[in-house]
């Protein structure tokens, strides 16, 4: 009842422009490989996107993104991106981007995911787990591993959660209420359900509200199509805000994109459409990404 009351006192969702410049704005969610074989390529040409890294860049700067993390984008094949690719991409950044390591289920992906990070300490900011497009579930015994050396160095795990890119992802081990058994069992880890669980929107903020530990983003809910982009982005502002008022305020909820899914202008758009003070913005856009990511 407390998320139905809470609606109720806010029925109106204006859209309200950022009255003062932003100091920084932290994309916590972002993709980039180079390669021929991305299979988000298709996505940056459809968003009339340039996908390198110059690209990528310059669209932070002029969007005020100060800082941002890159994850591993999927390759044609089915497989991710190599980490230490990506961590070549962030150092070619000149420090604007900081990794995220994805972690496949297999006890030599786990070991390989821990060296990579134990031995890149002051660069690695979260590790990813694509849930929907992998076999094993949040709660598998192959990631125990991840979950004790995350804990212990006060690292995030994200999740993929929601709806999938591909036709053949598997939505019954994306769906954000698999992570409540995980999140039950490891009280200490820091938990982040990409995009928002879209379009489990509800569940999303019970989870949030119920777990100290876990977080959610913002990343990836539109793509530009579709034939009610406006209609569509004014109904994802009253779902997050919804969930902003369920949860109790805009702690739990991070800024990021999912470069080249969704562009800045749009994603920044949507973060305007929000039915929230100007300082909960201000979380959204950096202050919660600076404390989960520490940055």
């Known amino acids: 009842m407390r998320g139905f009351v809470c609606a109720q006192q806010q029925p109106l969702f204006r859209i309200r422009p950022l009255v003062r410049p932003l100091p920084k704005i932290i994309d916590a969610h972002a993709h980039l490989s180079e390669r021929g074989d991305d299979a988000l390529a298709r996505f940056a040409e459809m968003n009339s996107l340039r996908y390198t890294l110059d690209g990528l860049l310059e669209s932070m700067r002029e969007n005020n993104v100060g800082r ?118 490891r009280e200490e880890l820091t938990i982040i359900l990409c995009h928002f669980g879209n379009p489990w929107f509800e569940e999303v903020a019970e989870l949030i509200y119920k777990h100290p530990r876990v977080y959610t983003d913002i990343s990836g809910l539109t793509t530009g199509g579709g034939a009610y982009p406006d209609k569509f982005a004014g109904w994802l502002a009253r779902k997050i805000s919804e969930a902003i008022y369920f949860a109790g305020g805009p702690e739990k909820v991070i800024f990021g994109t999912d470069y080249p899914i969704t562009t800045y202008s749009d994603a920044l758009d949507l973060v305007r459409r929000l039915d929230v003070d100007e300082g909960d913005r201000e979380m959204i856009l950096w202050r919660n990404a600076e404390t989960v990511f520490k940055l």
Do not use: Q, W
């Not at 070619?92 to 786990?110: D, F, I, M, N, Y």
């Open 68 to 185: 941002g993390l890159l994850l591993s984008p999927p390759l044609r094949s089915g497989v991710p991106l190599p980490n230490e690719e990506v961590f070549e991409l962030c150092r070619r950044s000149g420090g604007l981007l900081s990794p995220v390591v994805t972690v496949e289920p297999s006890a030599k992906e786990v070991r390989a995911a821990i060296r990579l990070a134990e031995s890149n300490r002051k660069e690695v900011k979260a590790f990813k787990v694509r849930l929907g497009y992998v076999k094993a579930p949040a709660v598998s015994p192959l990631f125990e591993g991840l979950y004790d050396y995350a804990e212990s160095e006060g690292l995030p795990v994200m999740f993929h959660t929601g709806d999938t890119v591909t036709s053949t992802g598997d939505l019954a081990k994306s769906h954000p209420l698999t992570l409540d058994a995980l999140a039950n069992k």
